[in-house]
T-cell receptor, first 106, second 113 residues
């Protein structure tokens, strides 16, 4: 069973700054089945990235992601006010696991 | 466009039962692994159950084994979660997921006396 550990737990930044979030897996993920979600209070998770680095439909290009094996990251360039939220990483597919989340706050 | 619409949530007493449904469209449902994922109030996301394309494989998180049953109707592009012996700790928003990717708005299950 894979365990995903996100860091930091909270990231305090200002609009216009860059945010880098990390996710470390306890062992190598299956294929490239790795995703990131954004979640705002009272809303369902919104898929941002899939297959490690592909943006989901409608996601602006200030969001990017990379990684392989056990180490992954999500970068948000030039934070907009609507980007302040909680972000989750995920291994998906036939074996599913989620990270505990990183809160990006103003 | 992938659409996943969950329904069937509600308030139920401890020990009770509930059946969740997910209507899927916009993708090849028949050839897709499907899953249920839940999120307890103020908590993170938790995988609950998986089912493969032909229902020959069903997998559950330990905490729901023997109490929850995942099923599907490929003719109707629908996914189900039969929940019984519900506990307070099963209170959560339940999401349907295609190949593990969460895409719906979820349905709230509240277990309380």
């Amino acid at each position: 069973e894979i365990v995903l550990t996100q860091s930091p737990g909270t990231l305090s930044l200002s609009p216009g700054e860059r945010a880098t979030l990390y996710c470390k897996a306890s062992h190598s993920i299956m294929r490239t089945w790795f995703a990131w979600y954004q979640q705002k209070p009272g809303q369902a998770p919104r898929l941002l990235m899939y297959d490690i680095s592909n943006r989901a439909g409608g996601i602006p290009d200030r969001f990017s992601a990379s990684g392989s094996g056990t180490d992954f990251s999500l970068t948000i360039n030039r934070l907009e006010p609507e980007d302040f939220a909680v972000y989750f990483c995920q291994q998906y597919g036939t074996s599913i696991a989620f990270g505990g989340g990183t809160r990006v706050e103003i | 466009e992938v659409q996943l619409v969950e329904s069937g949530g509600g308030l139920v007493q401890p020990g009770g039962s509930l059946r969740l449904s997910c209507a899927a469209s916009g993708f090849d449902f028949t050839n897709s692994w499907m899953s249920w994922v839940r999120q307890a109030p103020g908590k993170g996301l938790e995988w609950v159950a998986n089912i493969n394309e032909d229902t020959s494989g069903r997998y559950y998180v330990d905490s729901v084994k023997g109490r929850f049953t995942i099923s599907r109707d490929n003719a109707k592009n629908s996914l189900f979660l039969q929940m019984s012996s519900l506990r307070v700790e099963d209170t959560a928003v339940y999401y349907c997921a295609r190949f593990g990717l969460v895409g719906g708005q979820g349905t709230l299950v509240t277990v309380s006396s």
